[in-house]
């Protein structure tokens, strides 16, 4: 609705964007983070502190199954829950608290959100590659079975996670309730997280229902990568792609009305 | 040029039962270099028409076009990190903006006089300060048409001094929105005026028609 100043190529709008979304990443790892004390370090600590202290709590409850400790499942598992979990919790709600800011016109709505996302994913990313290569060291960990398959899953799970986040990120715009209860949403997709139940525990006869959910094949695929034929898994590449896209088209569109409304209202 | 057409703009009250018509069709355009003054009253919708030009709201219905650059409201202490220091701010804006964030610290330092606080978060700053800090930065990054919003009026007499040096003196040919509820500042520096009042943007022929109009 509002004509561009100056009428801009698509070119010069993405540098613009790349430059916003950065300047929007430092502000905030220097408001969440601080220059006090361990400060950018709790990029990665925080996160890390979270995996380590499942790690030992679980690996105390459950032995594992022949083959596979729980901490070291763990480890590789537990992260790709932070993306979606944590990511969730912070950009609920971003683009109203920060509407002043959109009074800078080149600051577009969604550059507060990519912002978050980015701050977050590096955040979760970074703690668990840190972790993966001290629990190799010390031996918890292995080396991946087939490292480039346990990257393409990585990236899915990643894929995931940024269209649940987004989808999050505009249904909070949208409904105060969404927001509220954000948090339950989260908790009752554990079990579909593909971590808590992978596949192979599931019985044969559920198990092509379980996979219907996106998540629990991208995450089989990442375990497919690390484990190899230590673990049975069970995924659909292009059923994975096909949904994720879907995901990310239907993620985009309820963004962007959930933008127009905060704006708008 | 800057033009709106047709702004229409409500807001839910009752718990969005019903609505409440801010603006109704307001229509306005401003060449280069106009300074037009815009008198209203306490909540008939003055920030809100800054917002819907400063594009951080949208209007329900009709269009913003514009072949200028325009600021964000003038000393709006609201577009900055209270838990960031001035010195942090004046990264963001210089970063978001795309200007070199020295040149813009030193200009910032000069013009703000905030000494050492400017490593203190805002939120600890008195009004005046964080007006003069607002300011400063604002006038870091070079714009075709500048948004005043009364805020202005806080800080003291030196200050107001520096700004009109800085905005009325030193950028003459830049076009102006001064949005007031006082008329001073508009009968001091504007050529064109409008009232708004009831919904409705009343364009005057002269500044002192307006002065009279939103007065009687």
């Given at each position: 609705m509002i004509a561009n100043d100056r009428g801009i190529s698509f070119l010069e709008q993405f540098r613009i964007q790349k430059r916003v979304i950065w300047a929007l990443i430092l502000r905030e790892m220097i408001t969440r983070?601080?220059?006090?004390?361990l400060g950018i370090i709790w990029i990665i600590a925080e996160p890390a502190m979270f995996i380590i202290g499942v790690m030992v709590i679980f690996s105390q409850l459950h032995s594992g199954e022949a083959g596979q400790s729980v901490a070291e499942y763990l480890a590789v598992s537990y992260p790709t829950l932070l993306l979606w979990r944590n990511g969730t919790g912070r950009v609920t709600k971003a683009v109203e608290v920060n509407k002043a800011l959109l009074h800078h016109r080149p600051v577009r709505p969604i550059d507060i959100i990519y912002s978050r996302i980015i701050l977050e994913f590096s955040s979760s990313i970074a703690a668990f590659l840190s972790l993966y290569l001290i629990f190799v060291t010390l031996g918890i960990c292995q080396l991946p079975a087939d490292l480039f398959t346990m990257i393409i899953g990585g990236l899915m799970v990643i894929w995931f996670s940024f269209a649940f986040v987004l989808t999050m990120a505009a249904l909070a715009e949208l409904s105060d309730t969404v927001e509220r209860v954000s948090h339950i949403i989260l908790y009752l997709m554990l079990p579909f997280?593909?971590?808590?139940?992978?596949?192979?525990?599931?019985p044969q006869e559920y198990r092509d229902y379980l996979l219907l959910f996106p998540l629990v094949d991208c995450v089989e695929w990442f375990h497919a990568g690390y484990y190899g034929s230590r673990m049975e898994t069970y995924y659909y590449p292009y059923y994975t792609v096909v949904a994720n896209l879907a995901f990310t088209l239907f993620a985009y569109a309820l963004t962007n009305i959930a933008i127009k409304r905060v704006q708008t209202i | 040029m800057l033009e709106l057409k047709n702004i229409c703009k409500s807001y839910p009250i009752h718990h969005g039962k019903s609505e409440r018509l801010i603006l109704d069709h307001v229509n306005f355009r401003i060449e280069r270099g106009e300074k037009w003054g815009i008198l209203g009253r306490n909540g008939v919708g003055k920030s809100t028409l800054i917002r819907i030009i400063s594009g951080s709201d949208l209007p329900q219905s009709g269009s913003v076009t514009s072949d200028m650059s325009i600021s964000w409201?003038?000393?709006?202490?609201?577009?900055?990190?209270?838990?960031?220091?001035g010195r942090d701010n004046v990264k963001l804006i210089s970063r978001i903006y795309g200007v070199d964030f020295h040149r813009t610290l030193e200009l910032v330092e000069d013009f703000a006089e905030l000494g050492a606080y400017l490593?203190?978060?805002?939120?600890?700053?008195?009004s005046g300060m964080s007006a003069r800090l607002a300011f400063a930065i604002s006038m870091s990054v070079e714009f075709d048409c500048f948004l005043i919003d009364?805020?202005?009026?806080?800080?003291?007499h030196r200050f107001h001094r520096k700004c009109d040096i800085e905005l009325?003196?030193?950028?003459?040919?830049r076009a102006m929105i001064i949005v007031a509820h006082q008329v001073d500042l508009i009968r001091a520096h504007c050529d064109h005026a409008a009232v708004l009042d009831k919904g409705h943007l009343i364009i005057c022929d002269s500044v002192d028609d307006a002065i009279r109009m939103y007065e009687g």
């Amino acid at each position: 609705m509002i004509a561009n100043d100056r009428g801009i190529s698509f070119l010069e709008q993405f540098r613009i964007q790349k430059r916003v979304i950065w300047a929007l990443i430092l502000r905030e790892m220097i408001t969440r983070y601080g220059r006090e004390g361990l400060g950018i370090i709790w990029i990665i600590a925080e996160p890390a502190m979270f995996i380590i202290g499942v790690m030992v709590i679980f690996s105390q409850l459950h032995s594992g199954e022949a083959g596979q400790s729980v901490a070291e499942y763990l480890a590789v598992s537990y992260p790709t829950l932070l993306l979606w979990r944590n990511g969730t919790g912070r950009v609920t709600k971003a683009v109203e608290v920060n509407k002043a800011l959109l009074h800078h016109r080149p600051v577009r709505p969604i550059d507060i959100i990519y912002s978050r996302i980015i701050l977050e994913f590096s955040s979760s990313i970074a703690a668990f590659l840190s972790l993966y290569l001290i629990f190799v060291t010390l031996g918890i960990c292995q080396l991946p079975a087939d490292l480039f398959t346990m990257i393409i899953g990585g990236l899915m799970v990643i894929w995931f996670s940024f269209a649940f986040v987004l989808t999050m990120a505009a249904l909070a715009e949208l409904s105060d309730t969404v927001e509220r209860v954000s948090h339950i949403i989260l908790y009752l997709m554990l079990p579909f997280s593909g971590v808590f139940l992978a596949a192979h525990l599931v019985p044969q006869e559920y198990r092509d229902y379980l996979l219907l959910f996106p998540l629990v094949d991208c995450v089989e695929w990442f375990h497919a990568g690390y484990y190899g034929s230590r673990m049975e898994t069970y995924y659909y590449p292009y059923y994975t792609v096909v949904a994720n896209l879907a995901f990310t088209l239907f993620a985009y569109a309820l963004t962007n009305i959930a933008i127009k409304r905060v704006q708008t209202i | 040029m800057l033009e709106l057409k047709n702004i229409c703009k409500s807001y839910p009250i009752h718990h969005g039962k019903s609505e409440r018509l801010i603006l109704d069709h307001v229509n306005f355009r401003i060449e280069r270099g106009e300074k037009w003054g815009i008198l209203g009253r306490n909540g008939v919708g003055k920030s809100t028409l800054i917002r819907i030009i400063s594009g951080s709201d949208l209007p329900q219905s009709g269009s913003v076009t514009s072949d200028m650059s325009i600021s964000w409201p003038l000393a709006f202490g609201g577009a900055f990190q209270g838990s960031l220091t001035g010195r942090d701010n004046v990264k963001l804006i210089s970063r978001i903006y795309g200007v070199d964030f020295h040149r813009t610290l030193e200009l910032v330092e000069d013009f703000a006089e905030l000494g050492a606080y400017l490593n203190e978060p805002v939120k600890s700053y008195s009004s005046g300060m964080s007006a003069r800090l607002a300011f400063a930065i604002s006038m870091s990054v070079e714009f075709d048409c500048f948004l005043i919003d009364e805020g202005m009026s806080v800080g003291d007499h030196r200050f107001h001094r520096k700004c009109d040096i800085e905005l009325f003196e030193k950028r003459g040919d830049r076009a102006m929105i001064i949005v007031a509820h006082q008329v001073d500042l508009i009968r001091a520096h504007c050529d064109h005026a409008a009232v708004l009042d009831k919904g409705h943007l009343i364009i005057c022929d002269s500044v002192d028609d307006a002065i009279r109009m939103y007065e009687g």
